[in-house]
DNA sequence: GATGAATGAGGGTTCATTCAT
DNA sequence: TATGAATGAACCCTCATTCAT
């Protein structure tokens, strides 16, 4: 058992998606409802009224469980990130930044309890990473993005404010969704988070 | 055994406290070289040269050797917030945020194994959070300082911007210790931190 | 999992003698190389390039796999020690103890690492055994064989020579190729095998 | 699970060897009645009236419980041969074999069953082998013997000649408690055993 | 017949926790 | 208080076998 398990096996390619969707559809919902601690194989094979043996059939031991859910996860981001950037409407700075605040925090909406554990006790999992296709693929179109506004941003090396860009979206969204306290409204936090980061990189320009 | 413990109860205020201390050592070190899913109680006992008995003797289940170690990183990241900020020489703003981010740098220097153990596994909780009493200092006193600073200022709810500062602190601290690619420089990624912080106050403003 | 597996039902005869060899070759394969603990019947139906429920088809279970082996293995001993006594030319006492040992030692020379496995994890198997009808043959030629030197025998009972006979062959053969010392030379083995049974034989002849 | 157990660790010293008594005993009465298939840890446990986790802190795992039988099985062995051995009444080479075969044969009527069960699923287990300290012991004790005798044996390599005096001893004792079959007297076949040997030994002479 | 996905009982092992000494 | 032997619930995973296609 590792808390922060890494995506041994993807579930092998099979035309049972139905079987690996309800063997995740039931992984799901015990995280939600006992967390990590309290998940267990026999247990999600019995949520999803399958044999615990189907269960290894799709996935090669337990934490490709989690690690296929935070994959899904991940890649929800993703396309919420494309989603926004790859719209040729003109923006603003400011409104990319916010159009994709907005959509990250809205994809978040889905299943928010199970967002909540997969980020609590496995953080650091749902970002688009650079390390994996899909995340870099974010990357660079952000990346791109950047560059399109270039006049308006103060830090000189993109990368690295892409970088730091990414990181702050994702904890900042995170904060909100997991313990933003009940004392500030969604709306200002929004709104917050759209002033970090475009504070941030207008930051250091003259 | 469970990825978020919360902190139950506080080791029994004892003389022994080099016991504890042994122990907590040895918690520490067992986390380091084998993560949590390495560590078990006997193993922590056998380490720091106790009996289990005597583990449980101070610390009432194991998730509460985790929590004790987070609590004094926690009160480690206090302490540098309140040093920084009971600096009575005058700073300006971008200063002061300067100096708590380099403070907090530097404490993650010491131990940094553990630390990223701790905050990779379990995170959200190094974090002055308000809900502990020295967390809420923390909270207090930068309020204070921002207060001071009001008129650099562009966000309009200063507690907001405050639990916002934090989180951004805590979560890019983070981010730079756990995961900066090795082609930005540490210089650079500290400079950014403070752009973020300063961007995010200074946003909103007229 | 029975160590010692009875052979249940032999293979249903079919036309598929083909699969039937493919499976036995990919069971012996695997034993060779895993030993019985690494042999399952999928990896023998992967390894036979067929399914498991062909497998099934023609061995009733896992055990009557390693028990055709070890019919097939015995078969050999059998086929060797008949091959020595049908043999028309006059040999002494010795002679044929000799040819019968010399032509076990070489049997064993086929597939020596599967016959280890057998005879290391299922020993008493590979004995022309009175109870199967082969064995009963092998029994009564080497009866008839020692009748025809009854002279040279100081044993009374010849069924019971018989019997200690076999017993010596079989055991000695087997220490002979699983376990003798490197420091002591095959032929000297072989002769002292021929040594041990001529030598019982002729004991107690006055 | 390996149907050939190399004895992986011995339990650990303890003034608690009513314990491991207690399990040893457990083990061998359920090898007894349902061979090593239905043999498993929880099982030895109950039936020694002690919990898993009792049976895990004086045996690193299953199979040493198998060796532990085996090693003591093999001990009796040793002690058996170098009771004989060490009787100083000055006897001759054949009543010397005799007395071996006798006191091997009675060794093997105490827990006959499981004696058979040990032997028939993990032979090789219980005869003096060279590898270990008893077994050389005994292997020297016998060479000794065999010198004091040199002028009645045959055979030119007294080394050797032990060896094989050790797997005829072995595998026809084995023999004999296994699978005689009830038409041949047990007296008969003992001495069959020495007659063998004897002739073995002698065998070769001028 | 052939296939191989599905089954699910079963078992080895771990380890948090207790409690008699 | 300290000890550490003892406990036993819990859980991951394997694999022989079945059966619908």
């Given amino acids: 058992m590792r808390p922060v398990p890494t995506p041994r096996k993807a579930p092998r390619q099979a035309r ?17 409802e006992r967390g990590y601690a309290g998940m267990n194989t026999n247990a999600v094979a019995a949520r999803a009224g399958v044999s615990v043996g189907s269960v290894y059939q799709y996935f090669p031991n337990k934490d490709s469980l ?37 959509a990250w925090l809205v994809a978040h909406q889905v299943e928010p309890e199970l967002h909540k554990v997969l980020e609590k006790e496995f953080p650091f999992f749902d970002a688009p990473s650079q390390d994996s296709p899909a995340g870099d693929n974010s990357f660079r179109r952000i990346l791109s993005m950047l560059e399109a506004h ?5 830090q000189s090396d993109l990368d690295l404010a892409t970088w730091v860009l ?3 979206m994702e904890s900042l969204v995170h904060a909100a969704v997991m313990d933003a306290p009940a004392r500030f409204a969604a709306a ?19």
């Fill in 150 to 154: 270039r006049d308006e941003i103060g």
């Fill in 66 to 102: 989690i690690a296929a859910l935070h994959e899904r996860h991940g890649a929800q981001m993703y396309a919420a990130v494309d989603a926004v950037l790859a719209d040729p409407r003109p923006r603003s700075l400011r409104e990319q930044l916010a159009a994709m605040v907005h």
């Fill in 166 to 168: 990414l990181r702050m």
């Fill in 188 to 206: 200002d936090i929004e709104r917050c988070i759209v002033d970090a980061l475009d504070g941030y990189l207008r930051a250091g320009a003259a």
């Fill in 16 to 32: 049972s998606q139905h079987m690996v969707e309800q063997i995740l559809q039931a992984t799901a919902r015990i995280l939600e």
